[in-house]
């Protein structure tokens, strides 16, 4: 069992810079793969990136690639978000997940069904 406990979030003003925690505690998560997703009102929720225990990585999503950034420190057990330019459209709820992903070579799925665990979520909010 892998429980994920996400901070960070909150209330900016555009252009700014948050950075998104996620720790994981329970067992070690050096070999699940990590994803960083978001879920505004009324949307469903996506895929911002994964990445593997290696840090062999997805794709950003479009919408934040040049402006956020996926890294994980597995000694930590913890994964990062780094969001800077932020823009009012980025505001929704911020969740990591993982799932069980030994496949270091290739990048973690993009599906949210796919993964296994999931944090509680973290509100981040951007102002125009």
């Not at 290739?106 to 949210?112: G, H, Q, Y």
Request: include cysteine; aromatic fraction near 12%.
């Amino acid at each position: 069992q892998v429980q994920l406990v996400e901070s960070g979030g909150g209330l900016v003003q555009a252009g700014e810079s948050l950075r998104l925690s996620c720790a994981a505690s329970g067992r070690t998560v050096s070999q699940y793969g990590m994803g960083w997703f978001r879920q505004a009102p009324g949307k469903e929720r996506e895929l911002i990136a994964a990445l593997t225990w290696t840090g062999v990585t997805t794709d950003y999503a479009d919408s934040v690639k040049g402006r956020f950034t996926f890294s994980r420190d597995n000694a930590k057990n913890t994964v990062y978000l780094q969001m800077n330019s932020l823009k009012p459209e980025d505001t929704a709820v911020y969740f990591c997940a993982a799932l069980f992903w030994p496949a270091s070579w290739e990048a973690p799925p993009s599906l949210p069904g796919k993964y296994r665990y999931w944090g509680q979520g973290t509100q981040v909010t951007v102002s125009s």
